[in-house]
């Protein structure tokens, strides 16, 4: 198992530096090269680039028409979308199924073929449109690296986080589990080396048995990991929370150091194995005296519930509303001292626990409960090196997933806004290029009950910059903002005086980038250079079709128009932010998987000590059952208690984190549900497996000078 732990997060290191890697290749052949309009004889097309969203999450729109007959199209095209059609990614293809993206930008008559994308499920679209564009670069050849850079490589992380991911997630915990897998041992390898000690064999000697004894394993895990990395490059997989589907293509170059990585992998485990083995004695099953720290235990019962508490309450007693450093003063105080102090803690509460256990099956005449009390009381060690994993593991996990999913005032106000507005406004912006006949046909054509504001700027003669918000007298009263009596009529305004929340969020959305006061005047609606955007409005208790109106704007407004939603600058970019953010519990679920696997091998060797002075005892009573039972009480109910106190744990730290200054969205209740699901997987196998042992060494204890 620390074979092929290790192969594969040395493997996972080669995947990210070949996904960046073609990554990088891939958006260098697709990178036009331009030329200035003097020398437009020479281009071959023209480009242009926008962007639109689809489920909240932003991707690139590419406005390309050919110049030539011969021009070649850009990587990814086998040829030229016929004039008004599309050419769409699998990416945008699956994640807008429900808004007909295929047909958004026109018809779609051509796939983007992988070679033209960043990784296969990026979201591209490249639109020929049905009139010669009038703007946009000039584009000679394809195949600049250091050219413009659009689509997913816009929004990726940079190579070293992940390094430090990989390397702090499962590289690390390899390591633990590792070492813990090369000093656990069994009673018949100490007899064997305590009896090669004895006979005087020498260093070579001794370090040849190791090997012997460790190549199978090691062997049979490097097989295991070759296997799964046969599988792993052998077909694009999806990791649907994400959005990133793996591109095998990009792995192709690096086969070999990718398969090599199992060797590496052995290499390692058989170094550990002859370097960090416990230094062999004559004596077998001398093990230290575990009665160290008790001053530390003793303490930590109390101070580390105290330390919970102040990272609990202390923000809300001694912070200020929106004061994120004196929020973090008393939170991360607390926060560190109690996960500092929590092994002891659990420590004592183990020992504790175990008396309660073995007191009740005295009373009771519960053997098990007996037995299983009195070596957890006698030997707490080993029950809190696995809970203690667990619950500081869980705990962790969901707060840095919590603090990373913190919003800034600005997305809650955007957030605040959206689920205020419900879907009742869009806003169509890149619209200042058109003509009246085009601004017209498309106000004309939109569905009955649906009415359109106006927002200008203009400059005011202390050059101070006002917004100026233009509509019929029903858009107006339909908007909730103040009406003007006659046309031409304007009213001066500012957000705080409006009545309507209605009102006040679409007036806020169009003076963003303004000083706060605003013009509201009753007309109707013109294009002119000032024009910045529209806004598309339903009666109450309706909905504006965002999608329907992306339709609409592409059959006739010119190409560069955006329909959003208000907000949407704010909201886009914190969903590709949280789509980011799901690297961390996943790879924290192999971290919790790896260390509660390592934790429950150093547990189990521990309970086999035990189980052997325990097997006279069953056997002779004539019910082995008791070791079954006795295991499920010991593995299963430690690693109940740890994903219990886990849990626990993980919402006294993220609650105080849900309002401001921090505002994280929600509690983390996927990750938390992925931990105990890995938790009580491994719990249940771990428990069959030492049931097992333990049955079958009883079964062959004979009476020795027991």
Known sequence: MATLALALSFAACVVVSATYSGREAAQAARSPVTVPEQQAGQAIARWMESADTVAGRQYSVIYIQPLRKDSPPP?????????????VSYGAELAGQ????????GEMDVRLEPEGLASISEPLIYVRPAKPMKEGL??????????TVFGEPLNIQPATGFYVLIIATCLVPSLALTVIACRTGSVKRDRRQSILHAMGASRRHRLLVDLGETVPPV??????????????????????????????????????????????????????????????????????DGHQGRALVRTARWLCPAAFAVAFFGPGLFT????????????????????????????????????LIGWWGQRAGRPVALLAGRWVAASPAAVTRVVTSIVLLIGLSAQLYTWNNRTTESDAKALATQRMLDSSVVVVDGIDRNSPQQLQSFITALPDGQKVL????????????????????????????PVPSKDRQVLTTSVQKVDSDRGRALLQTADAMADGTAAVERGVVHATENLRTLQVIASRGHKVDEAAVKHLANRTLMPGWHVTVPGDEWTATLATHREHNWW???????????????????????????????????????????????????????????TLVGVCAAVVLTLPMQGPPIRAEGLPVTLIGWSLTVVMTLALVMTAWAARVALKEAGRWRPVSD
Request: glycine share 6%; aromatic share 10%; charged share 10%.
């Open 219 to 288: 062997l049979t895990g490097a097989a295991l990991a070759i296997l799964v990395m046969y599988f792993w490059q052998g077909s694009n997989w999806n990791l649907p929370k994400v959005n990133y589907m793996m591109t095998v293509d990009y792995l192709k170059p690096h086969l070999l150091p990718f398969f090599a990585s199992a060797g590496l992998a052995a290499l390692v485990v058989l170094t550990a194995a002859v370097t960090v083995q416990p230094r062999t004695t004559s004596s077998i099953g001398v093990r230290p």
């Open 75 to 87: 990587p990814g095209l086998r040829h030229w979308p016929a004039p008004g059609h599309s050419a």
């Open 138 to 147: 000039y584009v000679s050849a394809w195949g600049n690296p250091e050219g």
């Open 98 to 105: 429900h808004e007909s993206i295929t047909s958004r930008y």
């Open 584 to 642: 961390l519990p996943m790879f924290a679920m192999a971290t919790l998987a790896i260390l509660a696997f390592a934790t429950c091998l150093a547990n189990m060797a521990e309970f086999l000590r035990f189980s052997k002075t325990l097997a006279p005892t069953i056997v002779m009573a004539g019910n082995r059952r008791l070791f079954a039972w006795t295991t499920l009480l010991v593995f299963l109910g430690a690693f109940f208690c740890a």
């Open 454 to 481: 106006a927002v200008y700027s203009s400059d005011s003669p202390e050059m101070r910059t006002h917004t100026r918000v233009l509509g019929s007298d029903a858009a107006l009263r339909q908007a909730g903002l």
């Open 320 to 355: 200020a509303q929106d004061n994120e450093i004196l929020f973090l003063l008393p939170y991360a105080a607390g926060s560190l001292t109690a996960l500092l102090l929590l092994p002891a803690a659990l420590s004592a509460l183990t020992t504790q626990l175990g008396r």
